[in-house]
């Protein structure tokens, strides 16, 4: 007989394995489905403070590795496949990937978000080493060094501040010539004497030997370039790459709700426009995308997609 699970969990990131430790742990035949390595955008995040209970080996990997032996011991199964087709309207739900076809009752989406790049050379080696996507994470790593935030929307400011309450200086750099943020938020950091300003400027390359060690900005008006060094007795200096998230739901266009940039609706019970479905963290619009948040997210939409099968499928 074709193999019909109880629910299909997209992605193996924080939230998708939460669902799955509360789904197996409910005796459901649970799939996860992620299309690399488990673990998200955490498993860059070489320390991890503000979870809840991560005093040893406070680090991503290692949070992921034992969420996923959580995982694995209640008899969740995971595979390795790219989604490239869903069929989420009927009442036992179709995924297809490059590997295969799988069928469930239910289906939870945690395929989760990632940031957007500034796509200079040394960007990606440096991250997690002085270069950062999330203030809330990793401020406190850079308490009296300078740090250099990029962006100049809501979420780089309002971030900026509070980075501000860590850093010895903060200084804004921005692609334009005035900040596109809400003038609440402007008044603020004009206002901060931590924050200083840097306009029209790009980031042309990050360099560094195992750790950010200076930084090439680049004048978009006058294609002047200037260079960005260390203070000698900090040897580096944060930067904080802050120009917005991409959430990873092209997949879901037309079929789930989703707000202007992407991101899924889901109420507080993480129930979809689409009975059955459940979205879980970093990929449904909220106000804080953090693993504290993605797990709860998890956890409820297991507890509801168990609620949804026994209300639905059971006799």
């Known amino acids: 007989m074709e193999k019909i699970y109880d629910v299909i969990i997209i992605g193996a990131g924080p939230a998708g394995l939460s669902a799955g430790l509360y789904a197996g742990r409910a005796k459901m035949d649970t799939l996860i489905l992620e299309k690399e390595k488990a673990g998200g955008q955490i ?57 295969g076809e799988y069928k469930a009752k239910s289906i939870i989406v945690a395929a989760g978000a990632k940031p957007r790049l500034l796509g200079a050379p040394g960007e990606k080696e440096l991250t997690g080493k002085g270069v950062s996507y999330c203030a809330t994470c990793d401020a406190a790593f850079f308490e009296d060094f300078d740090v250099y935030v990029i962006g100049g929307g809501d979420t780089a400011v309002e971030e900026g501040l509070f980075i501000s309450k860590f850093a010895r200086k903060v200084t804004i750099v921005h692609r334009r010539d005035e900040l596109r943020a809400a003038k609440s938020i402007q008044e603020k950091a004009f206002k901060n004497d931590k924050i200083e300003f840097i306009w029209d400027s790009e980031v042309k390359e990050i360099n560094g030997d195992g750790i950010v060690e200076s930084m090439i900005l680049r004048n978009r008006k006058t294609g002047e370039e200037t260079e960005i060094v260390a203070n000698e007795d900090d040897g580096t200096f944060g930067v904080f790459v802050l120009v917005g998230y991409i959430p990873e739901s092209n997949l879901f266009k037309g079929v789930l709700d989703m707000d202007d940039t992407g991101y899924l609706l889901g109420n507080e019970n993480m129930h979809t426009n689409i009975d059955g479905v459940f979205v879980a963290g970093d990929i449904r619009q909220k106000s804080l995308r953090q693993v504290v948040t993605a797990t709860a997210d998890g956890a409820i939409a297991a507890i509801q997609a168990e609620k949804y099968i026994g209300d639905n499928f059971e006799e």
């Open 43 to 99: 498993v860059t995040t070489e320390e991890l403070e503000n979870y809840p209970g991560s005093i040893v080996d406070p680090t991503g990997p290692k949070l992921i590795g034992r969420m996923l032996e959580q995982v694995d011991s209640f008899g969740v199964e995971r595979k390795i496949d790219e989604i490239t087709e869903i069929d989420l309207d009927r009442k036992i739900k179709v995924v297809k990937g490059s590997k």
